[in-house]
């Protein structure tokens, strides 16, 4: 957004994590755990430096070069001309979880979506080009086409921790980065934090109120809300109290 837009000042990006601080992942390895990554990582070129021993497409990459195969992905083997990088991303942790059931792992999927460039799956621009939001706010057939898929692989992934008998014992924590983008496709936006002042960029809430989502069988009650001011940072400290691990000062 324009600075004028902008009177909350952000600090400078850093665009590479500096390897020296800890990580959840380097302190979950070092107690054991397997520890994987599936898609955007964006701090560095080889999240393997920050206690990841697997890959599945992270690199310093903001965005893929294409949602469809093949991803030109160094780091990524391509699927089925077309497959789109959600399934591809998701069927790659799927596998993870099946090879890894076995004992304690912590895996990241960051899918990529709904980040630019705005491309998802031809019959699901066509679903959502057939509905219209009421409110004219949200129209974006292919914004709706490339949540579905998030939300459709999430499902999937939930079922392998089921077919694996681990569903009870895995906590799953369901997390954005940050608010939307003001991406236009063929004329039409592509989101809108209305009724929230800003979007993405901004430390406004509409650039910082983001879903949070955490399923943790026996601890968090299905349905239930929590109203603490939180930020993805804290999930560090959140992380390795429920694996029963001490922090680092």
Known sequence: GKSAHRKLIPIKNNKVLPRELPTVARALKKSGYRTAVAGKWHVSNDPTKYGFDSNFGGLHWGSPKSYFSPYKNPRLRDGPEGEHITDRLTSEAIEYIHSHKDRPFFLCLWTYAVHSPYQAKPELVEKYGKKEDSRGLQNSAVMGGMIEAVDTNFGRLLDALDEEG?????????????GPSKGVVDG?????????????GHLYEGGTRVPLIVRWPGKVEAGSRCDETVISTDLYATVLEAAGIEPRK
Request: charged share 20%; aromatic share 8%; glycine share 4%.
């Open 166 to 178: 681990v569903a009870d014992e895995t906590i799953v924590i369901f997390n954005s980065d940050n």
């Open 188 to 200: 039409i936006p592509v989101s809108t934090a209305y009724p929230l002042r800003g979007m993405k």
